[in-house]
């Protein structure tokens, strides 16, 4: 079934600890996404990529690096956890700027 | 810089009536798009409906439908008939590289 795809699904970190939250599509889109969302609030981007081999920072890019090796994937990099870094990570995909964006069912993300 | 803006951080609606969601893009380019999702409480963002700013007519999707205001550069949300699974969070984003949402509003369907 073509998607978008997000693991872990969840996970309990200790702080001062390095994680890569895995994104994979396959639908072929070129731009892709990573958002956090704190409890009740809004998404505030992380960082995104227009196309393969290419990444920009979003609102909030401090503490977080991605890589765009390929299409298919995008991890998110967390190198020190620190518990402001405790949030509801989503990912998304979108192949083009007049088509909607596919968001994966989120990994939730707490650092203790 | 550019901003979306959403100004209703919460609605209470009765059921079987209408609401209507704010939405305001602050953007210098004339040719633009909007993206309403919505956010029900199990988490997972669905799109709902897209206007293009050289679209002609308002945009419709069953019950959503968007009030287009192209001088104000806003496109409002209207829910009709209300039903209560219409409880969520709903959030506007414009159609550029970076895909950045408002801050989104809490939408309560009463019985």
């Known amino acids: 079934i073509a998607g978008i795809t997000q693991a872990p699904t969840s996970q309990i970190l200790a702080a001062g600890r390095r994680m890569t939250l895995r994104c994979t599509q396959d639908m072929r889109h070129n731009a892709m996404y990573w958002y956090r969302q704190d409890l009740g609030l809004g998404l505030r981007l992380i960082h995104y990529?227009?196309?393969?081999?290419?990444?920009g920072k979003g609102e909030v890019p401090d503490g977080y690096s991605v890589s765009r090796a390929n299409t298919d994937d995008f991890p998110l990099t967390l190198a020190s956890a620190v518990p402001s870094q405790t949030s509801v990570y989503f990912c998304a995909s979108s192949g083009g700027e007049n088509t909607e964006a596919f968001f994966g069912q989120g990994t939730r993300l707490t650092v203790v | 810089a550019q901003k979306i803006t959403q100004t209703q951080p919460g609605m209470f609606v009765q059921e079987k009536e209408a609401v209507t969601l704010d939405c305001t893009y602050d953007?210098?380019?004339?040719?633009?798009?909007l993206f309403w999702y919505k956010q029900p409480s199990s988490g997972e963002m669905i799109f709902l409906i897209y206007?293009?700013?050289?679209?002609?007519q308002n945009a419709t999707e069953g019950r959503y439908s968007l009030n287009f205001q192209k001088a104000r550069k806003s496109a409002n949300l209207v829910i009709s008939a209300s039903q209560l699974g219409d409880s969520a969070m709903y959030f506007c984003a414009p159609n550029d590289y970076k895909l950045s949402f408002g801050a989104g509003t809490t939408v309560t369907v009463r019985a």
């Open positions: 953007t210098s380019d004339q040719s633009y798009g």
């Open positions: 990529s227009n196309t393969a081999g290419t990444t």
């Open positions: 206007q293009g700013s050289y679209d002609e």
